[in-house]
């Protein structure tokens, strides 16, 4: 089946600091790869949908100078959260999209980001 | 309208029993509704999916019951276990669409021993 990988799983920062977050689809193309973040007891929230070669979308509130979506390959996307902070901390989900799938997403396992 | 209105928001069931969390939308151009289970600390996997030309879909022990007019769709888990103490979460979405999935606030199952 589909698979997608994150790394980190964890990761704590100082901040300030940016940190990296990559999302991988380890065996099937993904034209289309989904940012959610989540915090504790609460449903996913979507914050930018990105294209393989093209600029990622941001959902209305969420600031695209401080989190940097790049989807360079159809297997890799990543997330930089720029000079974080505390309230950033949260746990950051991916999901891609197949290219020929009904819309079917295929999440990752999840990054749990703690900034101090 | 974009909204899917999931209840309860937690639910508790004796080992053997059934699981019912029910989900309702507005919008009629939904065309795929998905069900996800999430463990702690993990990232939600697809359970079981319908679009809404039929009215139920059955895997295993899983059941989606869909009902067009009322503009519901339910998931049933019969026989329950521990094991499938989670969260669980309805969704919607257009299908063949390069457009996102709306999910329900969730429901935290818990299955007694």
């Known amino acids: 089946g589909a698979v997608v990988s994150q790394h980190p799983s964890r990761v704590i920062c100082k901040s300030g600091t940016s940190v990296k977050i990559e999302c991988r689809s380890l065996d099937f193309q993904a034209t289309t790869m989904f940012w959610y973040r989540q915090f504790p007891k609460q449903s996913l929230m979507l914050m930018a949908t990105s294209n393989e070669g093209s600029k990622a979308t941001y959902e209305q509130g969420v600031e695209k100078d401080k989190f940097l979506i790049n989807h360079a390959s159809l297997t890799l996307s990543t997330l930089t959260v720029t000079s974080a902070h505390p309230e950033d901390s949260s746990f950051y989900i991916c999901s891609a999209r197949e290219w020929d799938s009904y819309n079917e997403q295929f999440f990752g396992p999840g990054t749990r980001l703690t900034v101090l | 309208q974009q909204q899917v209105k999931q209840s309860p928001q937690s639910l508790i069931v004796q080992k053997g029993g059934i699981s019912i969390i029910n989900c309702a939308y507005e919008n009629t151009a939904f065309d795929y509704f998905p069900w996800y289970q999430q463990f702690p600390g993990k990232g939600p996997a697809l359970l079981i999916a319908?679009?809404?030309?039929?009215s139920e879909k059955k895997e295993g022990r899983f059941t989606i019951s869909f009902n067009k007019s009322a503009k519901q769709f339910s998931l049933h888990i019969m026989d329950s276990q521990p094991g499938d103490s989670a969260t669980y979460f309805c969704?919607?979405?257009?299908?063949?669409?390069?457009?996102?999935?709306?999910f329900g606030k969730g429901t935290r199952l818990h299955i007694l021993p």
């Open positions: 969704a919607a979405t257009f299908g063949n669409r390069d457009d996102k999935i709306i």
């Open positions: 319908i679009r809404p030309d039929v």
